[in-house]
């Protein structure tokens, strides 16, 4: 019977590590993925976005996975991944 106890004495810092491990790291990032994916999915043509890269325009077409923007005084057009935009401007931010 000593035995378990020690077993258990062993263990259960561990168990406690690997808790706390997944409410500080692996919680918070499921959350961000949500949140991610939601914005993501409300995307529509004439939002203003950030792309990762870090170009600045607004969604001229828009499909499942790609999209084409406009960014600059000329009006380039690029099309890229949906996942590469990192945020929508809002209109009352500006």
Known sequence: M????????????????????????????????????????????????????????KIITLEDEYMVIQSGPDRTRFKMLKTSVSQKINKSEE
Do not use: Q
Request: charged residues 20%; aromatic residues 8%; glycine residues 12%.
């Open 2 to 57: 000593g035995n378990v106890g020690g077993m258990l004495a062993t263990f259960l810092p561990l168990v406690i590590m690997f808790g706390l491990m997944y409410l500080l790291l692996i919680l918070p990032e499921k959350k961000r993925t949500k949140k991610y994916n939601a914005m993501l999915s409300e995307l529509k043509v004439n939002d203003e976005i950030i792309t990762r890269g870090g170009l600045v325009g």
